[in-house]
């Protein structure tokens, strides 16, 4: 199932909506809920500017992050359950939904109803509505012509390049931190790009001194990167 504007068709009240969920689902401290509903109120009326003219938007998702990504998810996952509801198995990412049923969708009802009650305008392919799932080479089919085959794995392997570590966040900190730390040939090319002069001053707390080599700028900008 495809979205045909799925950002800009957004009425605004769903989309304030989905900020109100997801303030509940966060433990905020008094400056992150302040925080929080100052990004909610400048997505609800931001202002643009269209061929020289300023103008207040009244509807539609400001794409292009993951976070705004994120919202257009739930907002989809909502319209869905609402439309279908128990009938189906649905994911989504964005715009786009993976909808698993163990009988046959009504199609029509769906259309419409996303464009009545949500004023939101859906493609649907009869060649993309199947009995089974095709992923890489392989045709997943459970009981009663029902798409199982975890779906949940193939949407993963559809969107990720890679999987996902469990790790602490020091741990991850860490790996970040050396891997940056290891490329020396790189890290030696940015310092060089920043310092022009084969000769520098640097003002440290108690000293003054003054490099002469490349290394001795590196190794400088290393220190400094981890204390």
Avoid: W
């Avoid at 969920?21 to 925080?35: C, F, M, N, Q």
């Avoid at 909610?40 to 292009?64: A, F, M, N, W």
Wanted: neutral net charge; hydrophobic residues 40%.
């Amino acid at each position: 199932m495809d979205y045909s504007s799925f950002d800009l068709s957004l009425h605004d009240r769903l989309i304030q909506l989905a900020f109100s969920e997801l303030e509940t689902v966060y433990d905020l401290t008094v400056r992150e809920k302040k925080i929080f509903r100052l990004v909610k109120q400048y997505h609800h009326r931001c202002r643009v500017s269209i061929r020289g003219e300023l103008v207040t938007r009244k509807h539609g998702l400001l794409s292009g992050s993951m976070f705004t990504n994120f919202l257009g998810t739930l907002i989809n996952l909502a319209m869905i359950d609402a439309t279908l509801g128990d009938t189906c198995l649905s994911h989504a990412c964005g715009d786009d939904n993976l909808l698993i049923s163990t009988h046959p969708l009504n199609v029509t009802r769906l259309k419409n109803v996303l464009s009545q009650d949500f004023q939101m305008s859906v493609v649907i392919d009869s060649e993309n509505v199947k009995s089974d799932v095709f992923f890489l080479g392989f045709r997943f089919r459970g009981q009663d012509n029902m798409c199982v085959g975890s779906p949940r794995l193939i949407l993963a392997k559809a969107t990720f390049s890679e999987h996902f570590l469990d790790m602490s966040s020091d741990e991850r900190l860490g790996l970040r931190v050396s891997s940056i730390l290891s490329n020396y040939t790189n890290m030696l090319e940015l310092v060089s790009k920043l310092i022009k002069d084969l000769t520098v001053s640097v003002s440290l707390p108690e000293e003054r001194v003054t490099l002469t080599s490349e290394k001795e700028k590196f190794l400088l900008y290393k220190k400094h990167l981890l204390i």
